[in-house]
């Protein structure tokens, strides 16, 4: 198991998982840049996959390798079905512990799994059972404030058979507010033996270098900081490897990566539902462009794919 891990966390940057956002076409946009980084899927809910085994959701190419299935769910043996059927694709299953959204916790799945460690631990067990995959648990700080479980909890995790850690430096009750807390994520990296990846707020080379030092990880998982710029995770390995910082893209550049993602989209979801699909990343491709308020407002009514294409391209152009 040792080993197979090694291969999969080559890179020090993982993509953490969103729903959403981490599907298909943007992990084929993510490996464009970085060949090693480890990939997640959208959580994939083990009780919809027991109804559904076909889904774009887990769609992937040969080149998407080291790539994580993540399973959300509550019940074991669901748990054990969908790492059995994701095997056969995954190169690690990776159990949501952290989702802290209203829907998913009051249903026991995602981040209520930390107010309930025993349970926790079957699940971690269960997946064991339906994979011969390594399997990671990605999990916050703890349930609210008060109760900030994370250390006991990772350790619970890792002596029922997990052998990764994401962890992401927030509560459940903080949602997504304040600022991720790295330094607090060393305490669990001292306390268990299995790899640690830390979380949260990076979006940058200078805040990789931040959060690796004061959280001591093995590693940091990004999220949000991808939005508009499928090269950061890139541009971070290559800093860690050699020192030198690569500039973000240009503003140009930025923008033939929208055209690539919506084309792609299209592709995988069809004209009508890909251009919409693609509304929501507008905001970041363009955020450092002249009128960007305007012209996002333009594009996410616009409905015609030759319409869209015209202002991308005038913008392109205007930039180059
Ligand atoms: C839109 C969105 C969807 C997310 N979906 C998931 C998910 O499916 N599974 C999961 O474990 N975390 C999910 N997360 C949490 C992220 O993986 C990550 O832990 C969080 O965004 C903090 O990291 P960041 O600051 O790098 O984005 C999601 C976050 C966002 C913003």
């Known amino acids: 198991m040792q080993n197979k891990l090694e291969k999969l966390i080559k890179s020090r940057v993982s993509l953490a998982p969103m729903a959403g956002i ?33 889904s774009v959701i887990i769609n992937r ?46 249903g026991n799945d995602g981040c209520a799994l930390m107010k309930h ?51 992401h430096g927030r509560t459940r009750s903080q949602f997504y507010s304040g600022d991720a807390d790295w330094k607090s994520i060393k305490e669990l990296k001292t306390n268990v033996d299995i790899p640690v990846f830390a979380n949260g707020d990076v979006t940058s080379i200078e805040t990789a270098i931040e959060c690796l030092e004061q959280s001591c990880a093995d590693g940091i998982a990004i999220g949000r900081g991808i939005l508009g710029d499928p090269t950061l995770i890139y541009r971070i390995e290559h800093y860690l490897s050699t020192g030198e910082k690569l500039e973000p893209p240009s503003v140009a550049q930025k923008i033939a990566m929208l055209k690539t993602h919506l084309d792609e989209e299209i592709k995988l979801r069809g004209k009508d539902v890909g251009i919409k699909f693609v509304r929501k990343f507008y905001p970041y491709y363009i955020e450092k462009i002249k009128n960007a308020a305007k012209i996002r407002s333009i594009l996410v009514v616009e409905e015609d794919y030759s319409k869209i294409i015209n202002i991308l391209n005038s913008l392109q152009n205007e930039y180059s």
């Open 22 to 54: 981490t599907d298909y076409v943007l992990r084929s946009l993510v490996r464009k840049y970085s060949k090693d980084c480890l990939l997640t899927t959208e959580m994939i809910s083990s009780e919809f996959l027991a109804q559904e085994r076909e």
């Open 61 to 106: 190419d040969d080149d998407h390798s080291p790539i994580s299935y993540q399973i959300s769910g509550h019940k074991p043996r669901l748990m054990r079905d969908a790492a059995e059927s994701l095997t056969p694709m995954a190169d690690m299953i990776d159990i949501n512990m952290g989702c802290p959204v209203n829907k998913v916790v009051k």
């Open 117 to 167: 460690p025993s349970l926790a631990s079957e699940l971690v067990k269960a997946v064991k059972d339906g994979t011969d995959k390594p399997v990671s648990v990605k999990f916050r700080l703890g349930y609210t404030m008060d109760d900030m479980n994370f250390v006991s909890f990772g350790q619970k995790m890792q002596e029922a058979g997990a052998d990764f850690i994401t962890i």
